[in-house]
């Protein structure tokens, strides 16, 4: 069983989550700011966490920042910051995720899904989907048994879509997540490489689709 530690200083937010983490089968943990986070992280089996980035005593970027520093447990921080420089920095110190303000609970456990098998992926050598296998070890992508020549970008373009497949990842997660600073805000970027990707990837291309106002899904299950 999973372990999710939720912290929120809104007790509402804290209800709300932990009904849909229960339901999933997860096992709670909670905190009402950074502080207490921080204790709860670093003497608890936690498997990941769910933190608010607004909370007194101390808020979320430093609690994680003080639990990276002993413990690696991956983290989806909850905002109501819309400012890049916020989720730049938040990437730049280990975020695996952001969910905005107001949010679907159902979306974000999905996202919480996605995080711990990513996290459980990255322990793995291979992720095989029918004929298409993903040799991350070697950065190598095979299709029949015969290897896809991809750019390091559209690899890791390729890896991130598939690690979180089944999710609508907005344009700016992608680039943010895949470019880094890199991109300077050119969505052309993204769509060039989506669209080489697609014409590398043959018959699997069909399973990357558009989200059109969003951004892109890998719809295909292992």
Do not use: C
Not at 43 to 69: H, S, T
Not at 118 to 140: F, G, P, W, Y
């Amino acid at each position: 069983m999973n372990s999710v530690l939720i912290v929120d200083d809104e007790e509402m937010i804290r209800n709300l989550v932990k009904k849909y983490a229960l339901h999933e089968g997860y096992e709670v943990y909670e905190a009402t700011n950074g502080k207490e986070a921080v204790d709860v992280a670093l003497n608890n089996p936690v498997d990941i966490i769910i933190m608010d980035v607004m909370m007194p005593v101390l808020d979320g970027f430093k609690a994680y920042e003080k639990i990276a520093e002993v413990k690696d447990i991956p983290v989806i921080f909850l905002t109501a910051l819309n400012e890049e420089y916020n989720r730049l920095y938040g990437f730049d110190i280990g975020a695996d995720d952001y969910v905005a303000k107001p949010f679907s609970t159902n979306e974000l456990m999905k996202r919480v899904k996605a995080v711990l098998k990513r996290s459980k992926s990255n322990i793995e050598d291979q992720i095989v989907i029918d004929t298409l296998k993903i040799d991350k070890t070697a950065h190598r992508v095979f299709i029949d048994d015969k290897e896809v020549q991809l750019s390091l970008k559209e690899y890791d373009l390729l890896l991130y879509l598939v690690e979180n497949r089944g999710i609508a990842l907005n344009r700016e997660s992608i680039l943010e997540k895949v470019w880094g600073y890199d991109y300077f805000k050119d969505d052309r970027t993204l769509d060039t490489h989506i669209k080489l990707l697609r014409r590398s990837l043959g018959d699997y291309a069909k399973y990357i689709t558009t989200i059109r106002g969003v951004g892109y899904r890998f719809e295909k299950d292992l």
